[in-house]
């Protein structure tokens, strides 16, 4: 199942002379890197739409916008992926129904099919987050999740959900790396995937590496990675954004600082072994860890850090107007 009709078809192998295309076409480039990356999305990001992802995507919307008025008619989510977030704030009670785009075709496909799995009412399209294809005035509520960051012009994105919403109607963004944060995440993630394939050619621990042309095919992909990851953000700046593209009640919370420490090591790791080596009992006990990281983040760290260390960026402004929702 893929969005609409004359949706364009996903391309999830794209040969080197694509390749070198998408490094001059920074869309070129989104499409081939998600489009790449869609059918395995969720198992390497280990998305699942039950009571773990449902309670993770409600609580960055409620850390936002705590006082959101439940639940909205209708939803737009803007590079939706797989349909992790706005899909799991849907099971969560937080719209009756929505919409999932995204530019990569891939994406929207594997997104329609997960809603259609989970039973929610849902439709998806392929669409540009900076010329969004829908009428003045449709949404009541605009999400999206680590997708500003893959945007060129942010603002033009912010006007133009603002252009989509009613009036009163809100917009929510989360899981956007913040300027410091990327900077250690990225550190720690380049060291851990060299430490990890180089110690998994010895001998003894032949087992635990992946298969050469898969890790080739990793490192091809990471070479667009730095292609599509356009920006970082200050919160501060994300707010001046949001401010000047016509929002109001804008506000950006952070969160993630001793989690992302440990946690941007841990899912590298987890990229660069063999899937099955990752048992049940293993990723229960990193879970638990990154909860209890989470919570001494919540308690204690936020007192003591300034908001810009922290790793994730999250954003909310309301379209002025009627309701104020
Ligand atoms: C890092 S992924 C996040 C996916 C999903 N929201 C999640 O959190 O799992 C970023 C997504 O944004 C999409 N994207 C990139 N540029 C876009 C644009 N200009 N408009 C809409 N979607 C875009 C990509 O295709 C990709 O699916």
Partial sequence: MTGRPDDPAPNPHATEAQVQAAL??????????????????????????????????????????????????????????????????????????????????????????????????????????????????????????????????????????LRVLKPGGRFVFAGEPTTIGNRYARRLGQATWKVTTEITKLPFLQGWRRPQEELDESSRAAALEAVVDLHTFDPADLEGMATRAGAVDVHAETEEFAAALWGWPVRTFEAAVPDEKLTWRYRMVMYRAWLGLSWLDENVMRRVVPRQFFYNAMLTGVKPGASGR
């Fill in 24 to 161: 001059a076409d920074n869309k070129l480039a989104q499409v081939l890197y998600h489009d790449w990356e869609a059918e395995t999305y969720d198992d390497k990001w280990s998305i699942s739409y039950d009571e773990r992802c449902i309670a993770y995507a409600r609580g960055r919307f409620d850390a936002v916008a705590p006082n959101a008025v439940l639940p909205y008619e209708r939803a737009l989510e803007l590079g939706c992926g797989t349909g992790f977030f706005l899909l799991n704030l849907m099971q969560s009670g937080i719209a009756k129904s929505g919409s999932v785009t995204d530019l990569s075709p891939g994406m929207v496909r594997v997104a329609t099919r997960n809603a259609q799995r989970l039973g929610l009412d849902v439709d998806g399209r392929v669409a540009d987050a900076e010329t969004i294809p829908y009428e003045d005035e449709t949404f009541d509520l605009v999400v999206g999740h680590a997708v500003l960051h893959h945007i060129p012009d942010v603002e033009l994105a912010l006007k133009e959900c």
